[in-house]
Nanobody, 121 residues
Framework: QVQLLNSGGGSVQPGGSLRLSCAAS????????MNWYRQAPGKERDLVAG???????EYADSVKGRFTISRDNAKNTVYLQMNSLKPEDTAVYVC???????????????WGQGTQVFVSS
């Protein structure tokens, strides 16, 4: 019913920038919560940034001051602007979301397919 499409990954040099997109499609009334996670080989999946249910924004300490999460409600899309990228930012980035699909409490929860980010000289 609802799908999340992750895009915007690629290869950049240290200090470069990328903008990731998490676009929701399908029957959508509102996006209740959306988060970006990342996972490097052999490591646990960690929260990078997200919008909470009450509209607050939270960031991992490792990305504060470098990454910015934003939304375009008209496009049902959340962006992650990543500046001053470091080699340790290399990972697969994945978004998840809880979405209201009607006005009577029905919700959908799921994950995007992920997008790869490489930061190397």
């Amino acid at each position: 019913q609802v799908q999340l499409l992750n895009s915007g990954g690629g290869s950049v040099q240290p200090g470069g920038s990328l903008r990731l997109s998490c676009a929701a499609s399908g029957r959508i009334v509102s996006i209740n919560e959306m988060n970006w996670y990342r996972q490097a080989p052999g490591k646990e999946r960690d929260l990078v940034a997200g919008f909470t249910r009450d509209g607050r924004i939270e960031y991992a300490d490792s990305v504060k001051g470098r990454f910015t999460i934003s939304r375009d409600n008209a496009k049902n899309t959340v962006y992650l602007q990543m500046n001053s990228l470091k080699p340790e930012d290399t990972a697969v980035y994945v978004c998840d979301a809880e979405i209201s699909t009607d006005r009577d409490g029905e919700t959908w929860y799921g994950w995007g397919q992920g997008t790869q980010v490489f930061v190397s000289s």
